[in-house]
């Protein structure tokens, strides 16, 4: 078992050149001989490779990876709690990340539109349609989740949510929004620090974004 690990290490480290030699000879001929380009299969993905000496050589991009310490618990209550923070946000981020998304699509396809007539004809169908979608869903969350959920669309958008609904739908629907938002606890303005009390579930975000947990 120990040679099979030893011959592995010995592969990669043999390959790392290698590897970089393709990176750099993909990035500067991008523009060049199509000829010496092709794709290789590597299920589930497809990547562009290179053909050096004789050998097809895969280029792919690695995205930063974001190593944690362990977290030190003081109690059991404490780890209860952060396995529920866990939980919760596996389920909420999702909705925060397709929330973004609406509204960068709502805003650029807005900017494509003739006049303000035109532009809140597609805000209030929009409105409509975000209603009838979402509120089956949202009304699963339990209190503490809709509290994160909201927090997770400003970490999204850097925008808090009043600010969102203020800004596409006017001052007295943020205002409305967030007076009934105030009834069952939670509050529209609420803002993401994730250097400061938002910090743990900052690390439970990059930890779900990386697959991690």
Request: proline residues 4%; hydrophobic residues 40%.
């Given at each position: ?35 010496t380009?092709?794709k290789v ?31 030190r ?14 939980r919760d ?45 979402y ?39 943020a205002?409305?929004?967030?007076l ?15 250097f400061g009390?938002d ?9 779900v974004?990386q697959?991690?947990?």
């Open positions: 078992m120990k040679s099979k690990g030893y011959i592995l290490i010995l592969l990669l480290v043999m390959l790392l050149p290698l590897k970089s030699m393709a990176q750099y000879y993909y990035a500067s001929n991008t523009e060049g001989d199509t000829k380009r092709s299969y590597l299920m589930p993905n497809v990547y562009p490779a290179v053909l050096i000496d004789g050998d097809t050589v895969a280029c792919m991009q690695l995205f930063d990876f974001i190593k944690y310490s362990p977290v618990f003081r109690s059991q209550k404490e780890v209860v709690q952060y396995n529920k923070l866990i946000v596996k389920k909420t981020l999702p909705y925060a990340k397709e929330i973004s998304n609406i509204i960068i699509e709502t805003y650029e396809y807005m900017e494509t539109l003739p006049n303000d007539k035109a532009r809140q004809k597609h805000l209030e169908a929009m409105e409509k349609y975000l209603y009838d979608a509120k089956p869903k949202m009304s699963k969350l339990t209190r503490s989740q809709g509290q994160l959920l909201i927090k997770l669309v400003d970490r999204e958008t850097n925008t808090s949510s009043y600010g969102i609904i203020d800004a596409f739908m006017g001052s007295f629907k205002w409305s929004y967030n009934f938002a105030n009834i069952f606890g939670n509050s529209l303005k609420a803002r993401y620090d994730p009390e910090r743990l579930t900052e690390r439970a975000c990059v930890l974004e697959g991690a947990i």
